[in-house]
């Protein structure tokens, strides 16, 4: 353990090491700031002006959001030094806030709104009326316009253990000497986090609700790994440690004393939540055997595809689009070689090629990063054939946190924040270099990257603040889909016709969910019936779904999302190529759809019903 600052100064006092209450005297930490609009009623504000309020009175109970979203300035600027509130009381206090944000929006006058403006007040409606809706369930976390819904407040990817290193790491900022009294103030509130999870874990679990034990092990495992970080110091005070701002060695000292005196005794106790639910825990991996479980996961379905498909059609529809995939994969692999056996088969057989292979350990994940790098500028360079209006992302590669990387997916992206502070990324799990292949590692790039997740969020952070926080997985996700698609037609595998088979594979992996995710939470499916579903019928590797069926079993519905999406979208461009004729343009209905922002796909239907009639005027 090493040596920390013994001096006991005043500013030590204010974060509560004396035994006085950091909350009560951090500055600025006691709630939001307000402006003179919000004593105003709704109706006697511009429409832009009423969802300005609306997102900032939703950012109030979560401030991190603001900061990754870089809006945490001027009056806002106490959030950067505050979690908000948390355990049970957050969560009602910000139901409440929602239910009379809900209502505000309903009731104001939409007469004489832009096109821009509905979707705006369209999109609000959506997302706070689903959160509701969630949150009047009797347990689980909630994702407010956004995608993580979890039935199990901690577990192997998701709660403050995984994502405190991450955002202290990547999202906290480090500019100036208060930002150093900022980063000490959440600190100090991380404790307050930890244990709020922790009564709503003993909440569920009084309920009947406890996480199968195979999740409950990984979690385990990492909760340990994580104790251990802290008990050390560790993540949460390496940044301020790597600063070279004046205040920062200080900062440190007293960081390093707070995660070891107040974090890691609130992960201790977590550790030992964790452990009284394994003592009575069973192996069945799907929301069918949790109580009340088929009205979670007809909710979690329901808001993340957001549609009122039942898990039965999504399930045929996932088998329907499986087919058809491989029916355009099964002439690839004959004309590479590979004529015998199913796709499954055959795909599991081009796994094995070592000439698709990476290298191992250090060097091979060298030359991913090498490979990424190369993939980005070129589809860079194809974006003026696909848009009429571009964007020039910021953007880096970065490597998922090693002790997130056993529960994470083999990679992940998004855009930066508004105000281009902090950049987009893309995170790539490395945990071992046989994850991925040379030929379905440029899909995932494009995926994630460019004209995926961090190219879409490019165009969501210039739209109003509200549109940037309110997100949809259907239309996120499945324009990430959409954009491997882009890629493929721009010519990503002309002359690698293998790397078309790993798009496809791609493609045929999501249709695999539909078919898994109900399987697992609907038709009681095992979780390794679950991964050979995946491994047999589309040549999926085991070490890459072992870790995604698990993540299905932790986040129910979400893995509908993608295919569901991006099959819409498709449709969508077929409704506008017949309507319009030769009047449809490629670059021009690609560049509607992503200025008319992440939506659910009803208002997606109407961003795209505009875009046909403003073709044919």
Known sequence: MRETNQNITRRQALYGLGGVSALALIPGCAGASYSAADALPPASLSPDAMLDRIAYAMLEHEPARATGLGVDTGEYAAWRGTMGAAGEEGREAYKATLERLL??????????????????????ESAFSKAIEGMNLPYGDVAVGSWRNA?????????????FPRFFGATQPLRDSADVDHYLSRIAEVPKVLNGELERMQQARAFGVVPPDFLLDKAIGQMRTALKDAMEGGSLVEPLQSSDLGSADAGAALADTLVQKEVAPALEAQLAELYSMR????SDPGMWSQPEGEAWYSWATSAST??????????????????????????????????????GERMQALSQDPRYKFAEGDPGREEIFEFIDERI???????PRAFNQLVDPNMEVRRIPINEEPGAPGAYGGAGSKDGSIPGRFWINLRTTDLHRKY????????????????EGEYSNRLPLI?????FGAFSEGWALYGEQLA?????????????LGYLQSLAFRACRLVVDTGLHSKRWSREQARQFFVERNGSKYEEVASEVDRYCSWPGQACSYKIGHSEIVRQRARAEAELGSAYDFKAFNTAVILGGNAPLDVVDKTVSRYIAGARA
């Open 103 to 124: 209502a505000d929006a309903r009731a104001y006058p939409k007469d004489n709104l832009t096109a821009d403006q509905q979707v705006g007040f369209d999109v609000v």
């Open 151 to 163: 039935p199990y407040v901690v577990i192997q990817n998701v709660g403050g253990y995984i994502d």
């Open 279 to 282: 003592k009575v825990a069973d």
């Open 306 to 343: 957001t549609t009122s498909l039942s898990p039965d059609e999504i399930h045929r529809q996932g088998l329907d689009e499986l087919a058809e995939l491989h029916g355009r994969m099964d002439p690839i692999l004959r004309e590479v070689g590979y004529t015998t056996g199913s796709v």
């Open 377 to 383: 500028d070129w589809i860079k360079g194809q974006m």
């Open 440 to 455: 379905d590692l440029p899909d995932l790039t494009f995926h994630e990257a460019i004209p995926g997740h961090v190219w």
């Open 467 to 471: 549109r940037s926080i309110l997100a």
């Open 488 to 500: 493929d037609e721009l010519g990503a595998y002309d002359d690698f016709k293998v790397g078309r």
